[in-house]
């Protein structure tokens, strides 16, 4: 009998990541706020309200995961599972840290920021 090999949610994903760069001394900040939505079930007035809440202080769709922060090494990073695909507002926003000469990582493993 062959075991299939469980794929990471991107959840555990980012878990090992900031655990990883943790350990090497990165400082990270999480920034996926929107995932709190899902504590406040199917609240319309509630959900409603904390989406304007944090467009309020700042919340952009579409912004990195987490920035990770070492010296004057910064980097912004996204996390995938094996088959998640970027939304165009995550495109967009990558492009613009790009321009602008910053660090972006599409991450989809712990492999990805081990070179940081």
């Known amino acids: 009998m062959k075991l299939k090999m469980q794929e990471k949610s991107e959840h555990e994903i980012q878990k090992e990541i900031v655990s990883h760069l943790r350990n090497k001394g990165y400082y990270t900040i999480g920034t996926d706020v929107m995932s709190g939505l899902g504590f406040l079930g199917n609240n319309q ?7 304007n809440h944090h ?27 094996h088959k998640g695909a970027r939304t165009k507002e995550q495109k967009e926003i990558a492009e613009i840290l790009q321009k602008q000469g910053l660090n972006y990582i599409l991450a989809r493993g712990i492999e990805d920021v081990c070179n940081i």
């Not at 007035?45 to 989406?51: D, P, S, Y």
């Open 55 to 81: 467009k309020g202080i700042g919340y952009t769709k579409g912004q990195p995961d987490f920035i990770a922060i070492k010296g004057s090494n910064i980097y912004f990073i996204e996390c995938k599972d």
């Open 45 to 51: 007035g509630k959900r409603i309200a904390f989406i």
